[in-house]
């Protein structure tokens, strides 16, 4: 399995933006990026997707370098309820292969 | 919103001892993943069904947990006999096909005294 590379953690202000960074330099072309991230004491929920391009949808924003070595999750307003483990996930078939992710801290 | 079921939520057992969790996937959903997570760690794969059928047990420990899905529909996986490294969080999956979005369960915290 392509390997990822996160920081053991972060910390925000609420309704600040954050910026949640993941190195993966093995990434072959047909692997996807996947971001899920788990809220204490749940399953993990999946956030976004991607490939070449950058992806926006109603949880977050997912920006993708063009050489494809490196990506940004994006929550633009971070609120509490989005202090979580986020994962970020390379896929190119049925497997999810999650390391330890970042944990996100957010500030009242 | 459709959701993955599992019981129990908790599970205290004694070492030797046998214990099962149960997994309702969301309907229609045809792959079932079963995970297990240890504390600190990201989940890891066990096994995958497509319908009735294992696609993936490559990490399941065969000697001491089994898993099943009789009618391709809920799923069961159990561990016989329980030992003090299996305590951790056991959680469950589904996705309409083997390749999209995967819906995760609670999931169950077993903790083996």
């Known amino acids: 399995d392509a390997k990822t590379t996160q920081p053991n953690s972060m910390e925000s202000n609420e309704e600040e933006p954050v910026h949640l960074p993941c190195n993966h330099s093995?990434?072959?072309?047909?692997?996807?990026i996947h971001w899920y991230r788990q809220l204490p004491s749940q399953g993990p929920e999946y956030v976004i997707h991607?490939?070449?391009s950058n992806v926006n949808n109603r949880m977050a924003s997912l920006a993708i370098a063009e050489d494809r070595k490196s990506s940004t999750l994006i929550l633009h307003r971070a609120t509490l309820r989005d202090a979580a483990v986020y994962y970020c996930i390379l896929k190119n078939d049925y497997k999810l292969s999650f390391g330890a992710g970042t944990t996100v801290t957010v500030r009242a | 919103e459709a959701e993955v079921a599992q019981s129990p939520r908790y599970k205290i057992t004694e070492k030797s001892q046998a214990v099962a969790f149960w997994c309702d996937p969301i309907?229609?959903?045809?792959?079932l993943y079963w995970y297990r997570q240890i504390l600190g760690q990201g989940p890891e794969l066990l096994v995958q069904f497509q319908d009735e059928s294992v696609v993936d047990d490559s990490q399941l420990p065969k000697d001491r947990f089994s898993a099943e899905r009789l009618k391709g529909v809920d799923s069961t996986l159990k561990i016989q006999p329980a030992e003090l490294g299996d305590s951790a969080m056991y959680l469950c999956a589904s996705s309409p096909g083997g390749q999209e979005t995967q819906y995760f369960g609670p999931g169950t915290r077993l903790l083996v005294l």
């Open positions: 093995t990434i072959s072309g047909t692997d996807y």
């Open positions: 991607g490939l070449t």
């Open positions: 309907s229609g959903h045809a792959t």
